[in-house]
Every structure is written in structure tokens, then in C-alpha cells.
């Protein structure tokens, strides 16, 4: 099945890195299959709201920001109107692939819209069913498979969509209950990897074609986090001879020279799990 394109899903956990726990199973038998790695976003600007960071980060993850945002990081004029006809879409960019959001962000279905995702209502999906609860989970797995074509353990010639990203945590949370929304929305994230993980085991139909990312994110994080939230040991040598093997991103350099607002690998925004299930 290698000759044959896969179809990428993305689950976007916003803000609910903070939240991992070693009962979380299912997450951590998806790191052990996967590739791992850790994105350091650029600093926030001041007094910068909470539905401004959404937006903004998405940005940075899709690529986009220089065509939405100021050289001061702030929301471009062209972001906020509706004219949006000189920003390419997803389609545009990627060869006419075509992809969803997924989200209950107000803010950020806007701007998904502006980027190209067709983009939908995360609790629209759920109709009568509780959630987040482990049969909610399972439904939601099949829904999400079922948009990019795979169904009831076959794959189907054509697909509605080739990516579906599916955001869950900060702003707009799973959770309507105040103050247990990104608590709850982790213990929900984890039961939708397994649930996902379960119909595409290794060596199935679905697997074979199934590319699966997770992206587990902070949220808002400031110096006062650290070091509860570093990635990287304070005891590091800067004169140690694996010091050259330290990882830099490639949005850290724009043109020859390097940029000076991006966040410090301590305070890392995001970690990166990408799996093919094969």
C-alpha cells in the first residue's frame, strides 16, 4: 500500500500538556510507536488574550504566520477583515488537498476558514451522546476515520477530506463545567487515542494508510511555569562536546539572520508525536 497516499489526522491537544499523566496509557503507547520531538514557539506579545494566543500559535504550527501576523506579532490588518482572497488556502499551498478543522474555538474557526480548512463544530459531531466519556470517544474515532474515507475497517476510493487536524483544550473546552475543562479534555484525549489506535492496529487495511500526528501544547506559558514545564536540564554544559548536536528549528533563521523572538527550548510551547501506523 506504499504506492498509495495516506490520510493525515492531527489531534491538537491545546494547553493540556501541562496535564499528562503516566495513567495516561493509550498516549504513551502512541510515543513508543512514534517519532517524538519538541517545537519551541515564538514569545507571545504583551497583554495578548487568550483567543489572540489560539489563533497566533495555530499560525506558527501551520505555517502561516507571516501572511497574518505584523512584524510586532500582533494580528494583521488583512487577518481580521474579511478580505482574505490574497492568503493562499490549504488547497493552494498543499495541491489541491483537502483538509478539515475540527474545533469549538470561535476565534480559531475563523481563521481556519481565512487559511481554507472547511471547518466544523467539534461538539456538532456528538449529537446526543455524553461526553468526554469513553463511549463518546469511540463514536468520535469513527467519525474522525470516517472523513478521510476509512469505514468499518475498509478504506474507501474517495475521501471527503486528505488531513483532518482536531483541536481540543484551551478556549472553547470539551468540558462545559468552569475550572475542569483541560483536566477533562486530557482524560478525553487519551481515551480517543486509544479509541483511534484500536481500529487501526498494525497490519490492517486502515493502518496501512492512516498517518496519525499528536500535538500536545501548554497553552499559555510564562517564566513563573519553569521549571515544572523545561525540556531541558538547568545542569546543561554549554561547553559539552554534544552541545553541537542541540536541535534548532528551522523558523529560528529568517533570511541569513537569526530571529530574536523566539521562546527559549526551556520553556518549550509544544510537544510533537507523529506515528504512521503501519
Do not use: W
Request: charged content about 20%; hydrophobic content about 40%.
Amino acid at each position: 500500500m506504499a504506492d498509495k497516499p495516506s490520510r493525515g489526522l492531527i489531534l491538537y491537544g491545546d494547553g493540556l500538556a501541562r496535564f499528562i499523566e503516566p495513567s495516561h496509557a493509550h498516549l504513551h503507547s502512541l510515543a513508543s510507536k512514534a517519532n517524538c520531538g519538541f517545537l519551541s514557539l515564538p514569545n507571545a506579545p504583551p497583554s495578548e488574550s487568550e483567543d489572540d494566543r489560539i489563533v497566533r500559535e495555530f499560525a506558527v504550527l501551520m505555517d502561516a504566520c507571516e501572511a497574518y501576523f505584523n512584524k510586532n506579532g500582533q494580528l494583521s490588518t488583512e487577518a481580521k477583515s474579511q478580505k482574505s482572497s490574497l492568503i493562499p488556502t490549504m488547497s493552494e499551498r498543499f495541491m489541491g488537498m483537502r483538509a478539515a478543522l475540527l474545533t469549538n474555538s470561535s476565534s480559531l474557526k475563523s481563521f481556519g476558514g481565512k487559511l481554507g480548512f472547511d471547518v466544523l463544530h467539534l461538539n456538532g459531531l456528538f449529537e446526543n451522546i455524553n461526553f468526554p466519556s469513553a463511549q463518546s470517544a469511540d463514536y468520535l474515532a469513527s467519525e474522525l476515520l470516517a472523513l478521510l474515507g476509512f469505514q468499518e475497517g475498509r478504506i474507501l476510493n474517495a475521501s471527503q477530506f486528505d488531513l483532518v487536524i482536531v483541536h481540543i483544550g484551551s478556549g472553547e473546552n470539551l468540558n462545559a463545567e468552569k475550572g475542569k475543562g483541560t483536566v477533562g479534555d486530557m482524560e478525553f484525549m487519551n481515551a480517543l487515542i486509544g479509541a483511534i489506535m484500536l481500529i487501526a492496529q498494525p497490519g490492517t487495511e486502515i493502518a496501512s494508510r492512516l498517518y496519525l500526528s499528536l500535538i500536545m501544547g501548554y497553552g499559555n506559558v510564562s517564566r513563573a511555569d519553569d521549571p515544572g514545564l523545561s525540556i531541558v536540564s538547568h545542569n546543561y554544559e554549554n561547553d559539552s562536546p554534544l552541545s553541537a548536536l542541540f536541535p534548532q528549528q528551522s523558523y529560528t533563521m529568517r533570511g541569513e539572520s537569526p530571529r530574536n523572538d523566539v521562546r527559549d527550548l526551556e520553556i518549550s510551547s509544544y510537544q510533537l508525536i507523529g506515528c504512521c501506523m503501519r
